[in-house]
């Protein structure tokens, strides 16, 4: 279970996230919009997760998780979705980022708010787009949260 965050981001508000969420077309689970309220990312402790069958590898580790107006770019949301803009599909949303580079995100594709891992290796280079390389982690933001465990 998350206990706290190291290094947030500076503070937003609702008419920011507001902002953000319609630039991209995105309702925002209830959960995580509170989650940004209230830290707007910032590394995990514990930070370690399971990952359901993802080959020899059934766990995660976050290096952060991403907030709108961070200071380090590779933890923008915003810079994130701006540079993901059409080459992934619309309603995956990328939450934080894993010690190999890998993210984790919300599928709000089919109406739930699962949370995934993204193995994004098959991506780089070539940023073609394989739901064959998601994973999932727990049925939504709040259990993701709970499911945070020391390795």
């Given at each position: ?119 994004r290796k098959p991506f780089w280079g070539n940023n073609v787009w394989s739901d ?20």
């Open positions: 279970m998350l206990r706290q965050l190291l290094q947030p981001n500076p503070p937003i508000d609702a008419g920011q996230l507001l902002a953000f969420g319609v630039r991209y077309n995105l309702d925002l689970p209830l959960a995580y919009r509170n989650f940004l309220l209230r830290n707007n990312g910032g590394q995990p402790v514990p930070a370690a997760f399971p990952i359901k069958g993802f080959p020899d590898n059934p766990e995660g580790v976050i290096q952060a998780f991403f907030g709108l107006n961070a200071s380090i770019p590779t933890e923008n949301l915003d810079k994130i979705m701006t540079e993901l803009t059409d080459r992934i599909p619309k309603g995956i949303l990328p939450i934080a980022c894993t010690d190999g580079d890998d993210f984790v995100c919300i599928d709000l594709r089919k109406g739930g708010e699962p949370v995934v891992f993204w193995d064959d390389e998601l994973y999932p982690v727990t049925g939504n933001f709040e259990s993701f949260l709970n499911k945070l465990h020391d390795l």
